[in-house]
């Protein structure tokens, strides 16, 4: 079976890049594509004693896009393809979806996400298959076993999907903004309550900004817009040097050399000056 992990895992890989650039998280979207590429006949020719091990198989190399470090969408497309695969495997009875306790927080947290957001048809398949008692909990994502095998071959992670890490976006969270906010209004409670008049109290010693929370709300998504545009002017600059490569390739040897150095150097001074401000948090 593992011979076919390879195929599965790219056809997986096809129908959730096409469901990414629709920039879309709903059900009826990807549904369409679904139906357009046909993905119920994956579960096609495989034979009685196969089908439970090629299921399980199956379900196990899609549970990974509905888990970290994927961004949200992807995970969504992760979601709704786990909860497609589940119901039209061939299998009887239903093989589940092999998940271990170290992930459910992630679940719960993304859960929690889509219900903030406002994506019904994301928390209603995600309690469809709760409803169905879809997954197994187990300990390990994997089974262990005791016998010896040979190395396995770790397939690499599709770096179009994971969402780009960012040390700002990651300390300056949603439950922190909540919490800063609630310390706010309890200071100022606390601060009136201490203050004979109205007066007193505005003229009090402040000792957090008066539009502390919006503020730093503000400037963490300035900042992540302006990192986007950094990178896609990075983007720009790598493709210019392409073309110039292309172009060299029609001139004389000798003046391919200094064009070619002055071109290196151009671009390491450049691109490295865009990676220092992209990551200096």
């Not at 004979?196 to 502390?212: F, G, P, R, Y």
């Not at 990075?234 to 060299?248: G, P």
Request: charged share 25%.
């Amino acid at each position: 079976m593992d011979f076919f992990r390879k195929q599965v895992k790219s056809d997986c890989e096809e129908l959730l890049r096409r469901f990414q650039e629709t920039d879309s998280v709903r059900f009826e979207v990807f549904s369409k594509i679904w139906r357009e590429m046909n993905f119920a006949q994956i579960f096609y020719g495989t034979v009685g004693h196969e089908k439970r091990a090629f299921s399980r198989l199956v379900l196990d190399s899609t549970c990974r896009f509905f888990l970290p470090p994927f961004s949200f969408q992807i995970r969504v497309g992760g979601l709704y393809l786990l909860y497609s695969l589940y119901r039209c495997q061939t299998a009887s009875p239903s093989e589940q979806i092999r998940l271990a306790l170290k992930d459910w927080d992630d679940m719960k947290k993304f859960e929690k996400d889509a219900v903030d957001a406002q994506h019904v048809d994301v928390v209603y398949i995600f309690r469809q298959l709760m409803f169905l008692k879809a997954f197994h909990f187990t300990a390990m994502p994997t089974q262990l076993t005791y016998n010896k095998k040979k190395k396995v071959e770790r397939s690499a992670l599709c770096e179009e999907f994971i969402e780009r890490a960012s040390r700002p976006q990651q300390l300056i969270n949603i439950e922190l903004l909540e919490e800063l906010s609630n310390i706010h209004d309890l200071y100022k409670k606390l601060k009136s309550s201490v203050s004979m008049t109205t007066e007193q109290a505005d003229s009090s010693v402040n000792l957090i900004h008066k539009d502390l929370v919006p503020q730093l709300r503000s400037t963490v998504v300035d900042f992540y817009k302006w990192q986007q545009r950094k990178v896609r002017h990075l983007h720009r600059f790598l493709f210019k040097i392409i073309c110039m490569c292309v172009f060299l390739d029609n001139i004389s040897c000798s003046k391919r050399a200094g064009l070619l150095a002055s071109i290196k150097s151009k671009a390491y001074g450049q691109a490295s000056e865009v990676c220092a401000l992209c990551y200096r948090f």
